[in-house]
């Protein structure tokens, strides 16, 4: 989503932080703030879910980019079997 661009979960959070205080300092105003509050609560759980899923997204792309690493490793190290006895021996 194209308006979430602008966002950062520090805003989010911030955003979240601020309408738990003010529902903690003002519960005798509940009734009228829960007719308003209903289209920011929304607002604020979709704000949530696109980061939720931004991150999930990152999360993915480092894990590949992980798992790549270390298969490359691993095939360099079968297709180098002296060079790693040659290290371990020198390292006992």
């Given at each position: 989503m194209a308006w979430m661009d602008d966002f950062s979960p520090r805003d989010l959070a911030l955003g979240v932080a601020i309408g738990i205080g003010a529902a903690a300092l003002f519960p005798e105003l509940a009734p009228a703030i829960r007719g308003a509050g209903r289209p920011l609560l929304k607002s604020a759980l979709k704000a949530a879910l696109a980061a939720s899923e931004s991150g999930r997204d990152r999360i993915a792309e480092l894990q590949e980019t992980i798992e790549d690493l270390v298969a490359e490793?691993?095939?360099?190290?079968?297709?180098?079997?002296?060079?790693?006895?040659?290290?371990?021996?020198?390292?006992?």
């Open positions: 490793v691993r095939h360099e190290l079968a297709s180098e079997p002296e060079t790693a006895a040659d290290a371990s021996a020198t390292q006992a």
